[in-house]
């Protein structure tokens, strides 16, 4: 018997997960599905997203992988079409899908510049508004938006991507009223530094060991399934109050 918490409200809700294939987004796929969520999911990773949809072939709903690139507006608008035509009206929204690769300011070329945001901010903006009609029809629902503490701290080594998730704390705000209005609650979800395999692989290291020992509160690794387990409850109709708020989940980074 699992010791966290289940969520009724989540049985045979429709879920869509943007960059669902591995790293948060993956566990946001699986958690959702074991709740009983009808769980769509978009990547541009293609075998990963497979492989995922594999391993959830039991659950109540198997999730549906669609594949995606959503730097690309006409794709992400066929997934979303994709995913409603399996499991019906959309409920629930995570804009989860980002790039934090590494790179220069003075290096930035506009091309970059483009499709950094195409990547890690505008889709969240286009994702929300494809599927506006359908929370309208539900009487309201859920959009979560994944933010980062990275721009918060000043962290160095990412100006474009550290820009784009400013913006989406903007964009949540600038919503919150407006959908508000029609029982739509848009919340940020910002993580920490989560240790996924690709931050294990790329940039993790002694020195990064050390400062999580010495800068974060809670001790141990912050873990996809902490930022899953929170995004469940702002699904939920546990939530049904909160909106336009930063949920950050960091384990007390000081």
Avoid at 32 to 46: I, N, S, T
Avoid at 78 to 85: D, I, L, Q, Y
Avoid at 94 to 123: E, G, M
């Amino acid at each position: 018997m699992s010791a966290f918490a289940t969520y009724p409200s989540l049985i045979d809700k429709v879920v869509l997960i943007t960059g669902g294939a591995s790293g948060i987004g993956a566990s946001f796929v699986e958690h959702f599905a074991r709740q009983g969520a009808k769980v769509g999911f978009l990547d541009l990773d293609q075998p990963g997203g497979e492989r995922l949809a594999a391993t959830l072939a039991d659950a109540m709903h198997p999730p549906r992988f669609v594949p995606c690139d959503l730097s690309d507006p006409a794709a992400l608008d066929r997934a979303v079409t994709e995913v409603r035509s399996a499991f019906g009206p959309i409920g629930v929204l995570i804009n989860n899908a980002a790039n934090d690769v590494r790179h220069q300011f003075a290096d930035t070329t506009p091309a970059a510049f483009d499709q950094s945001v195409a990547t890690n901010l505008r889709h969240q903006y286009f994702a929300t508004q494809a599927v506006l009609a359908d929370m309208q029809s539900l009487g309201g629902g859920s959009v979560i938006c994944l933010g980062s503490t990275g721009w918060m701290r000043k962290n160095a080594g990412y100006p474009m991507y550290a820009m784009a998730k400013a913006a989406i704390s903007g964009f949540v705000n600038g919503m919150a009223r407006e959908l508000g209005q029609q029982r739509i609650r848009i919340n940020c979800l910002v993580p920490g530094w989560v240790i996924t395999e690709k931050q294990q692989r790329l940039w993790l290291d002694e020195e990064g060991e050390a400062e999580i020992r010495r800068v974060q509160c809670m001790p141990g690794h912050l873990l996809p399934e902490d930022l899953a387990r929170a995004a469940l409850f702002l699904a939920a109709d546990d939530s049904r109050m909160c909106t336009g708020q930063n949920f950050i989940v960091d384990g007390g980074w000081a």
